[in-house]
């Protein structure tokens, strides 16, 4: 939850204390049991070290481009 702070030009910002990505806000609220038998939190924690932030940044904007092209080009044909 960001705290809300109001800088001198009297615009309201937020701050927020703590940074986490999507897969560890879901890990910090329990999952563990409602995942299927054969995955495990271990498994799911390798999977998301495979890649550095940057690296899966970098392959999602790839993946988005790829996407979006394919868009484009039916909407032009």
Known sequence: ?????TDPRGRTRR??????TPWEMLRSCGLAEFLKEDITVEKLDR???AQ???QAAIAMQKAKQKLFA????????
């Not at 701050?15 to 986490?20: L, N, Q, S």
């Not at 394919?70 to 044909?77: D, L, N, P, S």
């Open 15 to 20: 701050i927020y204390k703590w940074y986490a």
């Open 47 to 49: 999977l998301a070290n």
């Open 1 to 5: 939850m960001p705290e809300l702070k």
């Open 52 to 54: 550095s932030d940057t």
């Open 70 to 77: 394919g868009i484009w080009e039916r909407k032009t044909a």
